[in-house]
């Protein structure tokens, strides 16, 4: 995975802690800018292994409603 990527993962991962879904939409909109201007994108599987980090300290109705989101989005 290129190395910037990983930054990326490691610094949302670690602003996104502990917060709910609602709390976390900026920052995963500030992610998002970020990789548009270092013209990156993540694979399907990189896309998995992020969500897989955010969601992990989340309610079960909170993931019910990531899933719900990743459903609509396809």
Known sequence: M???KVQILQELAQTTKGKDM???APLLAKATKKMRE???QFTAKESE???DI???N???QEK???EMMKKIMK
Do not use: Y
């Open 2 to 4: 290129d190395p910037r």
């Open 54 to 56: 955010l969601t992990q």
């Open 58 to 60: 989340m309610s079960p």
């Open 38 to 40: 270092e013209n990156l």
């Open 22 to 24: 609602k709390s976390m």
């Open 64 to 66: 019910q409603k990531v």
């Open 49 to 51: 292994i992020m969500m």
